[in-house]
């Protein structure tokens, strides 16, 4: 399976952006998927994560009440609404899509990686 992240650009603080990930050669709409961040420096950091079905969501504390992780299983999409984005958000954003349907917030669980797309937040 092929993973493609897009939407990454240049915005200033307070400004939205909206990240899509499109899943390529197999479906992945069963399988749990999530975003995680890597900014320079430092380590690969989940963000959020959402189940096979998009019932259940999960986010990182920094981010949570102002990104929303969602789904589209028929066009094989994965989303990320960036709301309120702080200068702290900026890094490169990966999708990532796990083995089973439902998954945790650790780099390992995860078996499928998209290459990244980088936000930038301005101050």
């Known amino acids: 399976v092929q993973l493609q992240a897009s939407g990454g650009r240049l915005v200033q603080a307070g400004g939205s952006l909206r990240l899509s990930c499109v899943a390529s050669r197999r479906t992945l709409s069963n399988n749990a998927m999530g975003w995680f961040r890597q900014a320079p420096g430092k380590e690969r950091e989940f963000v959020s994560r959402?189940?096979?079905?998009?019932?259940?969501?999960h986010y990182a504390d920094p981010v949570k009440g102002r990104f929303t992780i969602s789904r589209d299983n028929a066009k094989n999409t994965l989303y990320l609404q960036m709301n309120s984005l702080k200068p702290e958000d900026t890094a490169v954003y990966y999708c990532?899509?796990?083995?089973?349907?439902?998954?945790?917030?650790?780099?390992?669980?995860?078996?499928?990686w998209g290459q990244g797309t980088l936000v930038t937040v301005s101050s």
């Open positions: 959402i189940s096979w079905s998009g019932g259940s969501t």
């Open positions: 990532a899509g796990a083995r089973g349907s439902y998954s945790g917030s650790y780099v390992g669980q995860y078996d499928y």
